[in-house]
T-cell receptor
Framework: GENVEQHPSTLSVQEGDSAVIKCTYS??????FPWYKQELGKGPQLIID?????GEKKDQRIAVTLNKTAKHFSLHITETQPEDSAVYFC????????????FGSGTRLSIRP | GAGVSQSPSNKVTEKGKDVELRCDPI?????LYWYRQRLGQGLEFLIY????????KSGLPSDRFSAERTGESVSTLTIQRTQQEDSAVYLC?????????????FGEGSRLTVL
């Protein structure tokens, strides 16, 4: 089955700097890769996603890149702000099974003022 | 309601007791998921419901865990004879589409503490 590894587990950056979180997946059949943000005491919320037919997607300060050959994808946050502090999860979904959305272990991002 | 609703938000129980957790999905959402999140860890898939199809129970950790959903409405997750290792936040999510690429809308979770 699919296995998703996420790094780093914790990340601290100065406000205004960029943050990068990386994930790798094992199942070459996976074709949908969402990123979720979880604020303290709340459920995760989708912030951006990418499909396997696209190499990069951007939404304001957030971008995601996908390298299908290497089976890895990354989240990039530019000009970080205090409200970006949260836990971020990557995920991968095999085309064959919509039920199997496999999440990474999460990255706790802290923005230093 | 506007979002996924879970109850109770917090539950403290004694080892060996049974607990029932409830999830009210967003109206019209055909897919419903249960995940377990242990302290400081990722989301562990438990079970998936899609309409009236047979659920995918492959993530349930033991036969002490079971879940039900009637049609596209409320779901209940039941844990029998609770153990301390069951302590976690149990998250429910619903999705409008059953296919790959559907956004999951999560509730705020039910925090279970087994003493």
């Amino acid at each position: 089955g699919e296995n998703v590894e996420q790094h780093p587990s914790t990340l601290s950056v100065q406000e205004g700097d960029s943050a990068v979180i990386k994930c790798t997946y094992s199942d070459s059949a996976s074709n949908y890769f969402p990123w979720y943000k979880q604020e303290l005491g709340k459920g995760p919320q989708l912030i951006i996603d990418i499909r396997s037919n696209v190499g990069e997607k951007k939404d304001q300060r957030i971008a995601v890149t996908l390298n299908k050959t290497a089976k890895h994808f990354s989240l990039h946050i530019t000009e970080t702000q205090p409200e970006d502090s949260a836990v971020y999860f990557c995920a991968a979904t095999p085309y064959s099974s919509a039920s199997k959305i496999i999440f990474g272990s999460g990255t706790r991002l802290s923005i230093r003022p | 309601g506007a979002g996924v609703s879970q109850s109770p938000s917090n539950k403290v129980t004694e080892k060996g007791k049974d607990v029932e957790l409830r999830c009210d999905p967003i109206s019209g959402h055909t897919a419903l998921y249960w995940y377990r999140q242990r302290l400081g860890q990722g989301l562990e898939f438990l079970i998936y419901f899609q309409g009236n199809s047979a659920p995918d129970k492959s993530g349930l950790p033991s036969d002490r865990f079971s879940a039900e959903r009637t049609g596209e409405s409320v779901s209940t997750l039941t844990i029998q004879r609770t153990q301390q290792e069951d302590s976690a936040v149990y998250l429910c999510a619903s999705s409008y589409t059953a296919g790959v690429g559907g956004e999951l809308f999560f509730g705020e979770g039910s925090r279970l503490t087994v003493l």
